[in-house]
T-cell receptor, first 115, second 110 residues
């Protein structure tokens, strides 16, 4: 149980375009989802926390207009990188948490490359 | 402030040798602590977790960790390293969010 999927696993896009990454909890209801960014050989950096049906809470220094997060249902959250630039290239990982749980379950990650 | 510190960004061990990855935490409240493993270009897999029950926690793949309040430590160990253990390991503290350590890259030498 407690499986989280991400789609796509890899995406290449041109500079200036937008790309959407999906995060799904497959076998539980995720009241809270988290989006992380990981630079090469670095730890995970929390970008934002989203609760189902409400606006995401962004960490300091993360541009909310650039990284649009939607958590419209208890099993799906999306991260849209708008007007992507090469410096947005990174590994993006989501995680999900059920209401009654203290544990986060991580997705397999999405490798974004902006050319 | 709540945080975790992983000592040693890189650890190399010979196959069959003891694995010891160090983690110290800072917290004013009883902590929830986790160890995760990340293989290249993959997400995080939970190895084990401490939730204030037994201080010696056994996880998957032969790993275990001991919570020592007096030392504010939660070091990860495995008696005998296997080639497949080569990966990045993260110690994580759960406060109002997950606080990740900087990670330790484990290399296993044949």
């Amino acid at each position: 149980g407690a499986v989280v999927s991400q789609h796509p696993s890899r995406v290449i896009c041109k500079s200036g375009t937008s790309v959407k990454i999906e995060c799904r909890s497959l076998d539980f209801q995720a009241t809270t989802m988290f989006w992380y960014r990981q630079f090469p050989k670095k730890s995970l950096m929390l970008m934002a926390t989203s609760n189902e049906g409400s606006k995401a809470t962004y960490e300091q220094g993360v541009e909310k207009d650039k990284f649009l997060i939607n958590h419209a249902s208890l099993t799906l959250s999306t991260l849209t990188v708008t007007s992507a630039h090469p410096e947005d290239s990174s590994f993006y990982i989501c995680s999900a948490k059920a209401l009654s749980s203290y544990e986060q379950y991580f997705g397999p990650g999405t490798r974004l490359t902006v050319t | 402030a709540q945080s975790v510190t992983q000592l040693g960004s890189h650890v190399s061990v010979s196959e069959g040798a003891l694995v010891l990855l160090r983690c110290n935490y800072s917290s004013s409240v009883p902590p929830y602590l986790f160890w995760y493993v990340q293989y290249p270009n993959q997400g995080l897999q939970l190895l084990l977790k401490y939730t204030s029950a037994a201080t010696l926690v056994k996880g998957i793949n032969g790993f275990e960790a001991e919570f020592k309040k007096s030392e504010t430590s939660f070091h990860l160990t495995k008696p005998s390293a296997h080639m497949s253990d080569a990966a990045e390991y993260f110690c994580v503290f759960r406060g109002n969010q997950f606080y990740f350590g900087t990670g330790t890259s484990l290399t296993v030498i044949p």
